[in-house]
């Protein structure tokens, strides 16, 4: 069947602003050759509402209460109010960042641990007041341990090119599960065959989880590192860390801990997991992007070599050589992300303030809804385990609907319904050939996300799969 979608004259596609190509599940089924990008970029601009309310008392839940901080929620799409799902992907900022940012510019912008004038001086302290924030947010027990990167993987590849190239030799192995994401596995890959390490790989159980009895299995006296994710960004399973750090650490192997699903959305204590380096992004955990951590156990990071050279990380240079200073400094070269950082330290005030427990509960609830409503879908296909009072998953659904291709229900949710939601293989492309498919639509909420917004997003999924379902 072949639906030439610019017949269909209220869908608004072709415009001659568009860029990018959207592919099919199924060349011969659907072909639309463009999707419009203007019009996000002019109503966010036009339709802010501006007149924010800080705080909502009696306000039916978490999300009701908690809207109102999110400018950027209060807006139309396409005609239609936003309803944003793509919180894996990243999450919005609330006005306390947004402030923290322009604080930071207006009031005091100026490079830090260089300066003796009062701007470098006020800049400094709020960099390492963020550090410091950081610190308690995970319970690391020395703020030296938080290292700033721009972002999750850039930790990782951190890790991977400075204790990897240092600690692994040939035939020593790295047990990753398929359920990684890209940036968890590209490094190790790159590592790997540098040094004539392997990769060994855990699969799935029946019920869509990494299977740890393989996992436990697979660790051997030949293990020098095991790297898994908290919370897997497609299957929304919730990986049991501190079981795992007790079996590497019985041979000897270290723990990096993927906890860019897990450190937004609940208490991640790293003493009680007992991780050895454990990665966050703080775009997804309502800070800025450009910003993200690094977490090493002291002794671990003071072992390791630098990352990359430069200004910052050096105690003393000469011609022919030069000596390094102390983590957190020796691995963070050049300027940092400055007003990132402080933006990063405003979102964990900003959650902190909320509190992890109760942002957590409020999303078990939240996301078992909208599990449960997405499987009164026709022909649906979610993936990972099904919750129970055994099994939590984060609030996230990765799913397929049959003979609609992933990336066509994400636009027409998108340009008919204002509703945002991520199509494709997520950076887990091994994942999805694993569970024979080439990708995937995701739904992810977040706390300030409400039931209305999953009854929306259900409606608009209905209408959509009826309208493809009308050309069968
Ligand atoms: C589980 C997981 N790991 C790693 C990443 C990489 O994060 P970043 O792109 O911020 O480095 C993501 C982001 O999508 C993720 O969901």
Redesign the pocket.
């Known amino acids: 069947m072949e639906v030439l979608v610019p017949k269909f004259q209220s869908l608004k596609f072709p415009s001659p602003s568009c860029c990018c190509s959207i592919t099919t599940w199924n060349s011969s089924y659907l072909k639309i050759g463009f999707r419009r990008l203007s019009s996000l970029s002019v109503s966010a601009a036009s339709k802010v509402n501006e007149a924010v309310v800080e705080s909502v008392i009696d306000s039916p839940s978490l999300g009701h209460s908690t809207r109102p901080h999110f400018p950027i929620l209060h807006q139309e799409v396409n005609g239609s109010k936003l309803v944003y799902l793509d919180n ?2 990243t999450s919005q900022k609330p006005t306390a960042v947004l402030k923290a940012l322009q604080n930071y510019y207006e009031g005091y912008n100026s490079n830090v641990h260089r300066g003796i004038h009062f701007l470098s001086a006020k800049a400094t302290d709020e960099y390492e007041s963020a550090r410091r924030k950081v610190a308690a947010f995970i319970n690391a027990s020395d703020s030296r341990e938080i290292i700033f990167t721009r ?4 930790a990782i590849n951190l890790v991977a090119y400075s204790w990897g190239l240092s600690n692994l030799k040939s035939g020593d192995e790295i047990i990753v599960t398929v359920a990684e ?1 890209h ?2 596995i590209v490094p190790w890959q790159l590592v790997a065959q540098k040094v004539g390490a392997v990769l060994k790989f855990v699969n799935l159980n029946q019920d869509e989880v990494p299977d740890l009895d393989n996992l436990k299995q697979v660790i051997s006296r030949k293990t020098k590192l095991v790297v898994v ?1 908290h919370v897997s ?1 497609v299957l929304a399973s919730v990986l049991p860390i501190r079981e795992i750090t007790h079996w590497a650490h019985d041979v000897g192997a270290k723990v990096l801990v ?1 906890a ?2 897990s450190v937004p959305h609940m208490i991640v204590d790293v003493q009680n997991l007992n991780v050895d380096f454990l990665v966050a ?1 703080s ?2 955990m309502c800070g800025p992007t450009g910003i ?1 951590f690094l977490y090493g156990k002291i002794d671990i990071l003071s072992s390791m070599p630098p990352f990359l050279g430069g200004g910052e990380m050096i105690s003393d240079v000469y011609l022919d050589h030069s000596t390094y200073a102390e983590p957190p400094s020796r691995f963070e070269a050049g300027t940092p992300a400055i007003g990132e950082a402080i933006g990063l330290g405003a979102a964990i005030d900003y959650l902190s303030g909320i509190g992890m427990q109760t942002i957590h509960d409020y999303e078990v609830e939240l996301g078992t809804y909208l599990y449960e409503r997405l499987l009164s879908v026709p022909n649906i296909r979610i993936y990972g385990p099904a919750p129970s009072e055994k099994v939590q998953r984060a609030a996230l659904c990765s799913f397929n609907v049959e003979n609609v291709h992933p990336t066509d229900l994400a636009t027409f949710l998108d340009q008919q319904h204002g509703v945002a939601i991520r199509s494709g293989h997520h ?1 887990a492309q091994p994942l999805h050939r694993y569970l024979g498919v080439s990708a995937s639509a995701r739904a992810s909420l977040y706390f300030y996300n409400t039931k209305e917004d999953v009854d929306n997003f259900i409606q608009a999924l209905n209408d959509t799969v009826n309208f493809f379902n009308s050309f069968k």
Do not use: F, I, L, Y
Not at 151 to 154: F, L, R
């Open positions: 894996a992907a972002n999750a993987t850039e994401h940036s968890a994710h960004n993927d860019c699903q992004s775009h997804k993200g950076c």
